[in-house]
C-alpha cells in the first residue's frame, strides 16, 4: 500500500479517525486510532530496554484487527506513550 501523509486533528485515546479517499472516482474507508499505554509506573523506575520490552509485549498482543502505524516520542517525564493504528481491512462503503 503506498502511504501519504495527512495531519490529523487531535483525539483522546479510544477514539477512531475515519478517513475517505476516493480512488479512480470508488470510496475507500481508512479508520485510525491512537493508543496510550503506560511508559513507566508511577512507583519506580524503568530502564529503556524495560520500557521498549513492556511495550513490544503490549503491540504484539494488541487486536490483530490493527497494525501498528506509528509511535510517537513521548516527552521525557512521560508516564505514557501513544502509538498510531489503522484498521486492517474494514467494508466499502460504495
Known amino acids: 500500500m503506498k502511504e501519504i501523509s495527512i495531519p490529523l486533528?487531535?483525539?483522546?485515546?479510544?477514539?477512531?479517525a475515519e478517513i475517505e479517499v476516493k480512488i479512480n472516482?470508488?470510496?475507500?474507508?481508512?479508520?485510525?486510532?491512537v493508543e496510550s499505554f503506560r511508559w513507566e509506573p508511577?512507583?519506580?523506575?524503568?530502564?529503556?530496554?524495560?520500557?521498549i520490552k513492556m511495550l513490544q509485549q503490549r503491540i504484539e498482543a494488541y487486536d490483530k484487527a490493527w497494525e501498528l502505524i506509528q509511535i510517537f516520542r513521548p516527552k521525557d517525564e512521560s508516564k505514557f506513550i501513544q502509538i498510531l493504528f489503522r484498521q486492517k481491512e474494514i467494508s466499502n462503503p460504495n
Open 25 to 33: 472516482g470508488k470510496k475507500r474507508l481508512f479508520n485510525f486510532k
Open 9 to 16: 486533528p487531535d483525539f483522546l485515546d479510544k477514539q477512531i
Open 42 to 51: 508511577e512507583d519506580e523506575v524503568w530502564s529503556i530496554e524495560k520500557r
